[in-house]
């Protein structure tokens, strides 16, 4: 019954600092995706990957990083945290492609909340 | 660029009242609609979702929403809502045919309902 992993929940950190958001799924889906939330703004997409060794950029990377050695992990990356990134970060996965659409859609973890002071 | 507006932001409603919130999305081609929920303290859950045939798709919990093309728009319905449907409510788009499943989400309406 795990789905998507998020750690940590909830997160203060101090400017310039760096943190490393952990994400895992275990029901093998190729494609991930790192999104943040904010207030009135709804989800904007900062990366995702295509499967093991395959990330790009979204809407919104400027700040962060990201790796996938597996397909199992996304971790996502703050090298030098600003109040900016103050926001709900959420993962989530997806099967491949509209073959699958009987069961698509995404599959999101539960959130870390982070806030830079 | 494709974007996803909802229009109504916040939405307060009595308990056994009608719902619609409004979607409309911009992008010419073929898309793939859904609306995810947000309950408080938790993730986004998937509660409808429309590919292709019947406009009119039914979700979990009552919800269903209609797909008219010649208007963009995607509006979720529910007859008669119930205060545990308080919530945050996304409408969200991926052109059809690629593009990693990424998907662009409105801007959320925030419903609560009331006793």
């Known amino acids: 019954n795990a789905g998507v992993t998020q750690t940590p929940k909830f997160r203060i950190l101090k400017i310039g600092q760096s943190m490393t958001l952990q994400c895992t799924q275990d029901?093998?889906?190729?494609?991930m995706y790192w999104y943040r939330q904010d207030p009135g703004m709804g989800l904007k997409l900062i990366y995702y990957?295509?499967?093991?060794?395959?990330?790009d950029k979204g809407e919104v990377p400027n700040g962060y990083n990201v790796s996938r050695s597996t397909t199992e992990d996304f971790p996502l990356r703050l090298e030098l945290a600003a109040p900016s990134q103050t926001s709900v970060y959420f993962c989530?996965?997806?099967?491949?492609?509209?073959?699958?659409?009987?069961?698509?859609?995404?599959?999101f973890g539960s959130g870390t909340r982070l806030t830079v002071v | 660029a494709q974007s996803v507006s909802q229009h109504n932001h916040h939405v307060i409603l009595s308990e056994a009242a009608s719902l619609e919130l409004g979607c409309n999305y911009s992008?010419?081609?073929?898309?793939?609609l859904f609306w995810y929920v947000q309950y408080p303290g938790q993730h986004l859950q998937l509660l409808l979702k429309y590919f292709s045939g019947d406009p009119l798709v039914k979700g979990i919990k009552g919800f269903e929403a209609e797909f008219i093309k010649s208007k963009f728009s995607f509006n979720l319905r529910k007859p008669s809502v119930q205060w545990s449907d308080t919530a945050e409510y996304f409408c969200a788009v991926k052109p059809a045919g690629g593009g990693y499943n990424k998907l662009i989400f409105g801007a959320g309406t925030r419903l609560a309902v009331h006793p």
């Open positions: 989530a996965s997806s099967p491949v492609g509209e073959a699958t659409r009987q069961n698509y859609g995404y599959t």
């Open positions: 990957s295509v499967g093991a060794g395959i990330t």
């Open positions: 029901m093998n889906h190729n494609y």
């Open positions: 992008y010419g081609g073929t898309v793939n």
